[in-house]
């Protein structure tokens, strides 16, 4: 929609940085997005399966699951405003690049290298610490993901092997349980 007042509008290294984070995002979207539509159609498979054997386990599934999601959600939304940070200083760090290297002649003619090149290294290592925030906050994101569902089946199991000790369910059962 934009067409040529694109440069108008935004400057050439913050489209470069926003382009080349896109097609990260449109990459990650399309294998969530499968990821996501099989998630969903085990876990309903899986709550009817439990439901029919064991109504305490298939209700712990149905509820405990959700629940899972809604612990990590709250995470997502300062992820996303670190990484829309980071871009917006990526952006910035190649407009000031751009700028050192389109006028790199006239600097060293006047003697403003230094000057530029201390302006690049700050705005430099403010991106680079703007990566790291995003990184911390990625790492903890991904520990939990899978630290919450290693810790749900541990519970799921644990009360299954006591309704099989009980004879509320087979060994049978608890083993199909633990594929589930």
Request: aromatic share 6%; proline share 3%.
């Amino acid at each position: 929609h934009l067409g040529g007042t694109l440069p108008r509008k935004v400057s050439t290294g913050e489209v470069v940085a926003i382009g080349t984070n896109d097609i990260s995002h449109i990459g990650g979207a399309m294998d969530v997005t499968a990821r996501f539509s099989g998630a969903v159609v085990s876990f309903v498979l899986v709550a009817v399966i439990l439901l029919q054997t064991s109504t305490t386990l298939g209700l712990i599934v149905l509820i405990g699951v959700p629940l899972l999601v809604l612990l990590i959600g709250p995470l997502l939304k300062p992820l996303d405003r670190r990484a829309a940070h980071q871009r917006h200083l990526m952006g910035a760090l190649s407009n000031t690049a751009t700028d050192i290297v389109g006028g790199l002649r006239v600097l060293r003619g006047i003697g403003g290298e230094q000057v530029f090149h201390d302006r690049y290294r700050r705005e430099s290592q403010t991106t680079r610490q703007a990566g790291v925030a995003v990184a911390r906050l990625q790492s903890i994101l991904d520990a939990l993901q899978v630290f919450l569902p290693g810790l749900f089946v541990v519970v799921v199991v644990w009360i299954g092997a006591r309704y099989a000790a009980r004879g509320t369910i087979t060994p049978g059962e608890l083993v199909a349980f633990y594929g589930y």
